[in-house]
């Protein structure tokens, strides 16, 4: 049978044909819309959020793969993890921090897993921001840090690192000259930097170096470059790997916070540790006092605010000039030479912070972590009815002024002084 077509079957056609379509469009317009695609794949609880101070924070990163590989992919991995800045645990805890710890870390991890374990007994350790400042890097020690679940958790990485550089500068150029060669006999041998020995006429030694090269970046980038510290006005307290904390010192320290304000507020820096015995814990447990800050006593436990972080950025010439490896002597010096009046220092008079560490930049044979772990635990044992006081006092107040010291050398080579310059430039 066949069909006739006229012009009533073109037109019935012509219309079922515009309803179909009409249809199809319409369903896929409707499916694709925001509306649709918000019911069907809502936001993720990790996208985004808004902290306590009202400050938007932008979608998380993605956590960067570090690659272990080589050197290459190793520098590599610096510059990609330096730049993305992956917070661990931010979805568990959207709140702004109330204290930054940075710990520099380099190559002792049993005991980084103490101090790791010392925070997981610590009270309120949920309020905090943790920064590990790297200049070692291996898997093992990323685990330890990536195992971390009762606080945010940054990674840093310390990009002129030996280990980057293992055989040139920042690292030991084979063609440097040797330690203790005259300044004589490296002209005629004509080692690169003959023309820059330091004041005990010693050549520089890049192991000894490294560690206050990585103190002074990492003040920059903490202060300078960490995003999630956009708008922090709070202290941030800087430890190393072989520090142990005992359970109030987040308590202990805020307390100080609020001492400082109504009796010193021209103390420069908040020491929660010292080197002194814990045998009079109990009787100091409640004490501060105040006094010029000294490299020997007030180095462990430092808490500097971003107001301190500018003054010492107006002494950068000097620290990085000044002719002593060692980070902390350099300090010292500055306070009452290139600074207007010496660092003020308020102190715990019982330390929070214990040093575990017995083998370093030093020693670095025969460590023995398991004997630091159990002498901690018996330190904790014997203060851990006097922890937590209900209220600080200020029992002592010494004088504070500059305490000139001779310095230790081995920071005489232009190429450490100009590379410490140009941190703040080049991060």
Not at 236 to 253: I, K, Q, S, T, V
Request: with cysteine.
């Amino acid at each position: 049978m066949r069909l006739k077509i006229n012009k009533r079957n073109v037109l019935a056609l012509s219309m079922t044909a515009f309803i179909g379509l009409s249809l199809v469009y319409m369903s896929r317009k409707g499916s694709s819309s925001p509306q649709a695609a918000t019911v069907k794949d809502p936001p993720s609880r990790d996208s985004a959020h808004v902290g306590e101070r009202g400050l938007f924070t932008a979608p998380s990163i993605t956590q960067h793969k570090f690659q272990y590989e080589s050197v290459f992919l190793m520098k590599k991995s610096v510059y990609e993890s330096n730049f993305r800045q992956f917070i661990r645990n931010g979805d568990r805890f959207p709140a702004d921090p109330e204290l930054v710890l940075v710990v520099q870390v380099h190559n002792r991890p049993a005991y980084l897993k103490l101090l790791v374990d010392s925070l997981k007994k610590s009270s309120e350790v949920h309020n905090i921001l943790l920064i590990f400042s790297h200049d070692y890097f291996s898997q093992e020690i990323s685990d330890i840090v990536q195992d971390i679940t009762f606080c945010k958790v940054l990674q840093i990485y310390f990009p002129y690192s030996l280990q980057l550089y293992t055989s040139e500068f920042p690292g030991q150029d084979p063609k440097d000259c040797p330690r203790d060669i005259s300044r004589e006999d490296a002209k005629k041998k004509g080692c690169i930097n003959a023309d820059f020995p330091d004041s005990y006429n010693h050549y520089r030694e890049a192991s000894f170096t490294q560690t206050k090269h990585h103190w002074w970046w990492k003040l920059h980038f903490v202060w300078e470059r960490v995003r999630a510290l956009q708008g922090y006005s709070g202290y941030a307290l800087f430890l190393e790997e072989d520090n142990y904390l005992l359970p109030d010192f987040f308590r202990f320290f805020k307390h100080m916070g609020e001492l400082k304000q109504k009796d010193c507020p021209d103390c420069d820096i908040l020491a929660l540790g010292n080197h002194e015995s814990h045998l009079t814990f109990r009787d100091q447990t409640n004490k501060l006092e105040t006094s010029t800050w000294l490299s020997t006593k007030h180095n462990i436990g430092m808490g500097i605010s971003k107001d301190l972080y500018y003054k010492l950025m107006g002494c950068n010439n000097e620290f990085c000039t000044y002719d002593d490896y060692n980070w902390d002597w350099t300090l010292q010096h500055l306070s009452g030479t290139c600074m207007s009046k010496p660092l003020k220092v308020m102190a715990a008079q019982a330390s929070r912070v214990l040093h575990t560490g017995d083998c370093g930049l030093h020693r670095q044979a025969n460590c023995q972590p398991e004997l630091a772990a159990e002498k901690a635990e018996q330190i904790l044992q014997f203060v851990k009815d006097s922890l937590f006081p209900h209220s600080l006092v200020l029992s002592n107040q010494g004088s504070v002024e500059h305490k000139p010291h001779m310095k230790n050398g081995g920071w005489g080579d232009i190429r450490d002084h100009t590379l410490c310059k140009n941190y703040a430039k080049i991060l």
